[in-house]
């Protein structure tokens, strides 16, 4: 499965846009790129998902460059409910490997007011 | 409500003392995983499940037993457990047709 890379923290105004980048230089073809999000110790929630072409749905947008090596999270107008650990998550492809899932590090998002 | 429960949510043991976490969902997923977070090292992936009696090792199976007898329940089983393996325990589910994984509460286990 392909790594992760993910800077360890950021920081940013409230509703300004957060951009969140990953880089998933080893990524195949056929794997998705995934972001969770984790609030102070609860169970992580899903947020969006790609595989190549760029994604919006009504929590946030996911651009994925064209080689698919990295792929940036955006979070339009961030709220101070949004600072949590984000996590980019590369999903394995195929067969039985479909459901095996490795976490980066995650980077911490602090929104401030 | 759809959602994915676990018990116990907060569990003090000692070291040998075979335990089991319970996970069980009702959205008729097939899919189910066990996570394990720790300070500094993320969420790792311990074992899962595509359907009944269908499971894998994730990254750090050992030290753990995981039984799929019946689609909404994945419990995990520790036969012998040693304080490295006090930790926050997530449980995940999915449907293998949609690509959302909806995750447990937690249980916090703390093993003297």
């Known amino acids: 499965d392909a790594k992760t890379t993910q800077p360890t923290s950021m920081d940013c105004a409230e509703g300004r846009a957060a951009n969140l980048p990953c880089n998933h230089s080893t990524i195949s073809g056929n794997e998705y790129v995934y972001w969770y999000r984790q609030i102070h110790s609860q169970g992580p929630q899903y947020i969006i998902h790609g595989l190549k072409n760029n994604e919006t749905n009504e929590m946030a947008s996911l651009i994925i460059t064209e080689d698919r090596k990295s792929s940036t999270l955006i979070l339009p107008h961030a709220t101070l409910r949004d600072t949590a650990v984000y996590y980019c998550i590369v999903r394995g492809a195929g067969g039985t490997s479909y459901g095996k899932l490795t976490f980066g590090q995650g980077t911490i998002l602090t929104v401030h007011p | 409500e759809a959602q994915v429960t676990q018990n116990p949510r907060y569990l003090i043991t000692v070291t040998g003392k075979k335990l089991t976490v319970t996970c069980s969902q009702n959205m008729n997923h097939e899919y189910m995983s066990w996570y394990r977070q720790d300070p500094g090292l993320g969420l790792r992936q311990i074992y899962y499940?595509?359907?009944?009696?269908?499971?894998d090792k994730g990254d750090v199976p050992e030290g753990y037993k995981v039984s799929r007898k019946e689609k909404r329940n994945f419990p995990l089983i520790l036969e012998s457990p040693s304080p490295n393996q006090t930790s926050l325990y997530f449980c995940a589910s999915s449907s293998i047709r949609t690509d959302t994984q909806y995750f447990g509460p937690g249980t916090r286990l703390t093993v003297l």
């Open positions: 499940s595509m359907n009944v009696e269908v499971t």
